[in-house]
């Protein structure tokens, strides 16, 4: 069975509770807004939005490699920080049952990595980072690949921040307000969907990487790539 830690459980809890925000800028996650209908795969498009930036990054290990490393995945990137009170760990829920979902389909799970980045990498070291990865990872061999990256330091990071759209502010208690993010991309390095919290719900994610699968593989999967 997975364990949450202690703080992000304790916020966890009280985040599906009151569904509130501790963090000015920080967005609550909206009831109404997860009952939604899902449509099938390849029933619509996902138009490229953007490029999808790389950067040097170091995984929980210590290693330095690029952010985009394995394009050969559809990608699900998520921007956090481990002392996030409110959003983080919901997010994080939501990582976790995206990963449970697409180990049931292990042709699926093949062509998904998945990765979380913290953008607080004064606290959140390759080592807190390896304890992260050790509450949140599945031990199933058939889950898809879980990512967990800091950057070496703010000057890395500044750049792929930017490029995401992702401001950061500190507070004077230490808190860092942001907006939650997530983005799906893919093998061509692009930015083909980004969620917020409210939509950042596990089986519409797997629906949108089925469609990008299609894509690949029907008579138009060569146009415009």
Not at 66 to 87: E, K, M, P, Q, S
Not at 113 to 121: A, Y
Not at 147 to 176: K, M, S
Request: glycine letters at 6%; hydrophobic letters at 45%.
């Amino acid at each position: 069975m997975r364990k949450i830690p202690l703080p992000g459980l304790a916020a966890f809890l009280l985040g599906a509770a009151f569904g509130a925000s501790a963090h000015e800028g920080h967005q609550p996650r909206s009831e109404a807004a997860a009952v939604f209908p899902i449509p099938a795969p390849g029933s619509y498009r996902l138009p490229p939005i953007k490029p999808a930036a790389g950067g040097t990054v170091l995984d929980d290990t210590g290693r330095r490699r690029d952010l985009l490393d394995d394009a050969h995945a559809i990608t699900v990137l998520a921007l956090i920080y481990t002392r996030c009170g409110d959003v983080c760990p919901l997010a994080s829920a939501d990582m976790a049952r995206l990963q449970d979902l697409a180990a049931k389909e292990p042709g699926l799970a093949r062509r998904i990595r998945l990765v979380t980045l913290s953008f607080d990498p004064e606290h959140d070291t390759p080592e807190v980072m390896r304890r992260f990865a050790a509450a949140w990872r599945s031990a199933d061999p058939a889950a898809p690949a879980w990512a967990f990256l800091t950057a070496p330091d703010r000057a890395a990071l500044a750049p792929i921040l930017a490029a995401y759209g992702q401001r950061v502010d500190a507070r004077p208690d230490g808190a860092l307000n942001h907006v939650f993010r997530a983005f799906l991309i893919d093998p061509k390095a692009r930015v083909r969907n980004i969620y917020s919290l409210d939509f950042f719900e596990p089986a519409l994610v797997v629906t949108d990487i089925r469609t990008l699968l299609l894509e690949e593989s029907g008579p138009e999967g060569a146009e415009g790539r």
